[in-house]
């Protein structure tokens, strides 16, 4: 459901290159064509309105299981603030003040997981009545399976679509099986260009400037996914005796993190070389993630009708 532009880290994983020159262009840049061109195409939902969608499914989904005679609940737990992604490069340091990477929501959201009442209440069904419940939400073993070809011939992903789950896909995109074929196709295009990304001369030289910022600081660090494994490994060590310690220095460290971001204009330099390297696959793909964004913003547009925007 998430797009987030700027997570470089799950592309570093990537094993599959990407095809073309590295070399400077002028695509991109103010007056450019490849800009007057981008600048017409259906923008990426933010992503308070993907939360917002989100928020609408689940209403949605709750509603028609009701309908169907089962309980079933929203998860509303984060508030707005709270649900902020933390993308590879993280540039808001009041937000890093306040929550640091956001370790604490993490723990947070793993909690009402584990406490899962839609799992629990499913649980408590007497056999007959949970597969029943079963294909109320989502159809069942009868349910269509929805099929979306990775880009790069690199695979299949499949999902299963039927019951209230497809019912509430279909209030707010009109067409599940193309929202699903076309997001898997927009959300796995870093898989094409991550390897190269990652070594483009523009984007490493920004994160060389971040980690000389960042020494300056006194935190030694070659990028900003090296100082959240960093963290994180603080705080599995420190443990809950000492959480209070932890999360004293994840915040320290976010907030330098954000602040050499901004001193270094890190953000600007990333999504820019990402925007260059997605452009140069558009006459392959950007069909697709017209569509798809165009059926998210049909979406939002349902899902201010449907729920109200979290505080």
């Not at 195409?41 to 209403?59: F, G, H, I, K, S």
């Not at 989904?61 to 609940?73: A, E, L």
């Not at 898997?184 to 990304?197: D, I, P, R, T």
């Amino acid at each position: 459901m998430r797009r987030t532009l700027m997570s470089l880290w799950a592309v570093v994983t990537v094993v599959t290159a990407a095809t073309g020159c590295t070399g400077d262009t002028d695509a991109g840049k103010p007056g450019s064509a490849t800009t007057a061109a981008r600048q017409t195409r259906p923008q990426p939902l933010t992503w308070q309105q993907e939360l917002r969608v989100n928020d609408a499914q689940q209403r949605l989904t709750k509603q028609c299981m009701n309908r169907q005679g089962f309980d079933y609940w929203e998860d509303r737990t984060l508030t707005l603030r709270e649900s902020r992604p933390v993308r590879y490069v993280q540039d808001d340091v009041e937000w890093a003040r306040t929550y640091g990477y956001g370790g604490r929501i993490d723990a947070k959201s793993q909690k009402v997981r584990e406490s899962n009442p839609i799992g629990t209440y499913r649980a408590s069904l007497p056999t007959s009545r949970r597969a029943a419940f079963d294909i109320a939400l989502d159809g069942g073993d009868d349910a269509r399976i929805l099929t979306a070809p990775l880009p790069g011939g690199s695979g299949e992903i499949r999902k299963r679509s039927g019951g209230c789950t497809e019912e509430a896909e279909r209030e707010l995109y009109g067409d599940p099986a193309e929202w699903f074929r076309t997001g898997k196709v927009a959300m796995s295009l870093n898989g094409l260009y991550g390897e190269e990304l990652m070594k483009d001369r523009q984007l490493t030289a920004a994160i060389a400037s971040w980690s000389r910022c960042m020494k300056k600081a006194g935190h030694s660090y070659k990028d900003p996914q090296a100082a959240r494994d960093a963290l994180r490994v603080n705080t599995s060590r420190l443990g809950e005796a000492r959480a209070d310690e932890a999360f004293a220095a994840e915040r320290k460290t976010a907030v330098a993190d954000a602040t050499c971001a901004r001193e270094t204009s890190l953000r600007t330099v990333a999504s820019a070389r990402e925007t260059y390297y997605e452009d140069r696959l558009h006459d392959r793909y950007g069909k697709d993630v017209d569509t798809y964004r165009r059926l998210g913003q049909q979406a939002y547009d349902r899902a201010v009708r449907i729920v109200p925007e979290r505080d």
